[in-house]
Every structure is written in C-alpha cells, then in structure tokens.
C-alpha cells in the first residue's frame, strides 16, 4: 500500500474524532488507520495516521486485542492458542489466559441443521462494535477529510457466511455515484491515480485481510471486509 499525501483540509485535526477532546489540552497519540492491531505484520508501508487522544486510544488497544482474538478463534473454530490460523492471536492467547477464558465462555455448542454439533461463538458485541466504529471514523476522516464525530445513525456487522446471497451481492457493490469526493481528499486521489483501488471500488489494504470503501452518497457509507470473513457498514448522516 503506497502513500498518498494528504491534502485535505487542516482545519479539522483539531480535536479527537472519538471524543471531541481538543487535543492541544490532553496527551495524544499518533493511530493508524485502521488500527495495526488487527492487521497482519510486515504491516502495509505508510498506513495512514491520525491524532487522537491518549486515553481513547489505550481503550481502543484492549478492545482491538479482544476483537482479534475473538476473530481468530471463530476462524480457527477454538480457542486453542495452537491451533490459530491468525498467526497474531496465536502469541496472544497463549500469553493471555484471561482473554482466552473469555472468549471460551463465549463459545456455545448448538446442533446444526444437519443435526451435528456446531461451535458457535457469542461476541461480546459493544466491543465489536467499538473497533469498527473507530476504524470508520477513520476512514471517513482520511478519505473526506470530514469528522464524523457523532453516533452512527447504523452499525451493522455480519458474518459474511450468514448473509444471504443476494444482501452479499449488495454489500459487495461499491457504487461512488454522483456524489464525488472533494477535490484534495484522498479518495479523489485514489480515483485519479488507481492506487491501492481495485476496479470493483474497494481500497485493498491487507489482501485477505482487510479491505474497504467508503461512499457519500447524502450519507456517509463506511463498509469493511475483515479477514473475508466480517462485512461491516456503518452509516453517518452528514453533519
Ligand atoms: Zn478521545
């Protein structure tokens, strides 16, 4: 992933997009978008960052390092630390037994339609929520060079497994529509020179691991793909 420079308006940096703290009167720290902490290392070069306050981002840390953990283990079907396919949460439950209780309390057994037993995992879903909301708001901000600092008028996070051909079919296609970036923004620059944006709209950042798109049309549309395996969208009216 290539950097672009950032040409879009200073003047909202000001403040955490999370929190709305005026960061020039609390400690701060620098946050990729989106977080390292859900990607797989050698990281992508020149992750975009942006500054937000130090207290929301050591609470972002736990819930990223829970979200992972969980996404690992419903990939890998246990919470073995051994038996991972997400080399990361690997190390991380094996030195993390606290986490790893968790996640197993939140593994149920149910029968399946066929009659067999399924793993089934419960997420503790404000957690979910936490990390992808904050991914988005990132993702608006460095796209549109908007904050987008209220509640999301939706959030929806599915299993892309449980979706229903035809919503899949939907949430795949990206449409930008009439309603193009503003000039400077980094989408606008992404349209022009083709970079990290792959012909059917999504921004690849990870192969496999994660992508996403993010649309104006009237609203602000975030959508994600992680790990192919959770669709996310979350929705913004403008400000
Ligand atoms: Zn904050």
């Known amino acids: 992933m290539k950097g672009t420079m950032d040409f879009a308006d200073e003047r909202h940096k000001g403040a955490c997009i999370h929190c709305g703290a005026v960061l020039a009167n ?3 720290n620098l946050d990729h978008v989106p977080s390292k902490s859900i990607l797989d290392r050698p990281f992508p070069d020149n992750l975009p960052t942006i500054r937000i306050c130090r207290s929301c981002n050591t609470s972002f840390s736990k819930d990223e ?5 969980f996404l690992g283990s419903v990939l890998s079907g246990t919470t073995d630390p051994e038996q991972q396919v997400v080399e990361r949460v690997e190390h991380t439950l094996s030195r993390n037994h606290r986490l ?3 996640i197993e309390a939140q593994l149920q057994v149910v029968k399946g339609a066929n009659g067999k037993d399924q793993v089934a995992f419960v997420p503790d879903i404000s957690r979910i929520q936490n990390v992808v909301i904050k991914n988005a708001r990132g993702h608006v901000l460095f796209e549109h060079g ?3 600092t209220a ?4 959030v929806g996070i599915e299993p892309i497994p449980s979706l229903p051909t035809a919503t899949l079919e939907a949430f795949e296609h990206i449409d930008y529509g009439a309603g193009w970036p503003e000039v400077g923004s980094r989408l606008m620059q992404r349209l022009i020179t083709g970079e990290d944006l792959r012909s059917d709209g999504w921004v690849i950042v990870q192969p496999d691991v ?3 798109a993010v649309m104006d049309n009237g609203q602000f549309v ?3 793909v992680i790990r192919e395996y959770l669709a996310t969208e979350v929705v ?3 400000s």
Do not use: K
């Open 146 to 148: 908007q904050p987008v």
């Open 100 to 102: 790893q209780n968790e």
């Open 210 to 212: 994660y992508r996403f």
């Open 151 to 154: 509640e999301p008028r939706r």
């Open 222 to 224: 975030v959508r994600s």
């Open 65 to 69: 390092e829970y979200f992972l953990a």
């Open 236 to 238: 913004w009216e403008h």
């Open 26 to 28: 609390v400690e701060s």
